[in-house]
């Protein structure tokens, strides 16, 4: 299964880069339009880091070389977004391109790039929650209607990885602190008894306490939209390879269990978008949540958590689901993206049953976890 996967993700990208080096642009794909159309996104864009982390990913399961320039240009075009502060996501964007291209090249400037935009979130952190502020709400956008003050998603879990590289890089604990205050107040306020997290936290700026407890992509603000809850377990479970630290890894196995033994679960372990939606079973899958949560029980698996085979089963459960006709689209269809069946923001109508960027690139760094495991 694995070795036909790669071969057959080396095969869909490597078209759709043959489609980015004939345009003479430096394009970076995200997802399919309405019209069918490959959308293509810009460095400040959380989604910028995927697609050249991808072409990392995908130069080390296949050991091409050809793909090494491609992964280092890909990057090197989304360098600006170091110094972006407007919104969290730089750790996404930052840590999937030049964070794998460290790790795998040492090329000299990623390291500086690193701290550079470990730096500039840092700036996102606010004294009296002691976390980093998500989403800006100033301006037209959707977020600056929903009377927020300090947003926080759970999302954000994600761009922690970031800070703690750029500690183990710079020797500067400042950004481990900082991402060690981020995650205790998130495991605090974000999730509920049965381990199922809510998506968006208001903190006040004033006093620090919680003014809301809601959702901006799921079904509702009880309810448990699977990306979130897909980030929650990848998110804690890093925590703690960064920490040692068992409350995360507690925090990350509780929130898989909620998902595993959730009514809804399809047998086929791709969650539906949202775990309570309305109309399930008539209602979409969201691909990207299985990935992610792949990639993290491929992890989970190494450390002392009850039963780290049964992580892995599941995992590979997932992925043989991910790999088979109904998840991976056929050569050269599909917008060249690898995986179908995502759901980017059901609530605002966007992205809805389409292949998304990420659901690749979580999916290949599960396929590289999965063969690192298995050797
Ligand atoms: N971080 C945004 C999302 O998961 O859709």
């Known amino acids: 299964m694995v070795t036909q996967a790669i071969e057959n993700a080396r095969t869909q990208i490597g078209l759709e880069i043959d489609t980015i080096e004939a345009s003479g642009k430096c394009l970076n794909p995200v997802t399919l339009t309405p019209e069918g159309d490959v959308y293509y996104c810009g460095y400040a864009d959380w989604r910028s880091g995927f697609f050249p982390g991808s072409v990392w990913y995908l130069y080390e399961l296949t050991g091409d070389t050809t793909l090494l320039p491609l992964a280092q240009k890909y990057t090197e075009a989304i360098s600006e977004a170091q110094n972006l502060t407007w919104h969290h996501d730089i750790g996404f964007i930052i840590n999937c391109s030049f964070g794998n291209g460290l790790r795998l090249i040492n090329k000299a400037g990623y390291k500086d790039v690193m701290i550079q935009a470990a730096k500039s979130l840092c700036t996102r952190f606010r004294e009296k929650p002691q976390v980093i502020q998500s989403w800006n709400v100033t301006g037209n956008s959707w977020q600056s209607k929903r009377g927020w003050e300090c947003p926080v998603i759970i999302d954000n879990m994600m761009n922690l990885e970031l800070l703690f590289e750029a500690t183990k890089l710079s020797g500067d604990s400042t950004f481990y602190k900082v991402a060690v205050a981020h995650a205790d107040r998130t ?14 936290i208001d903190y006040s700026i004033e006093d620090g306490s919680v003014r809301h407890r809601q959702t901006a992509q799921g079904y509702a603000d009880e309810s448990a939209w699977s990306r979130g809850q897909a980030w929650a377990i990848y998110g804690y479970t890093m925590c703690y390879r960064e920490t040692q630290n068992p409350k995360y890894l507690a925090q990350a196995v509780k929130t898989f269990n909620f998902m595993k033994n959730n009514k809804n679960m399809p047998t086929d372990l791709v969650p ?4 309570d939606a309305p109309n399930i079973p008539n209602e979409p899958r969201d691909v990207s949540s299985a990935a992610v949560i792949a990639s993290a029980l491929y992890e989970m698996s190494t450390y002392p958590v009850e039963d780290p085979q049964a992580c892995k089963s599941y995992a590979d459960s997932i992925m043989t689901s991910l790999a088979s006709p109904a998840y991976t ?5 599909n917008g060249r993206f690898v995986l179908m069946h995502s759901v980017g923001s059901l609530p605002h109508n966007s992205e809805i049953d389409v292949p998304l960027n990420y659901a690749d690139y979580y999916y290949l760094e599960a396929l590289k976890r999965k063969l690192d495991l298995e050797k």
């Open 187 to 200: 495991m605090q306020e974000h999730f509920r008894a049965d381990g199922s997290c809510y998506h968006v």
């Open 272 to 275: 539906y978008w949202d775990m």
């Open 329 to 333: 689209a056929p050569i050269s269809e």
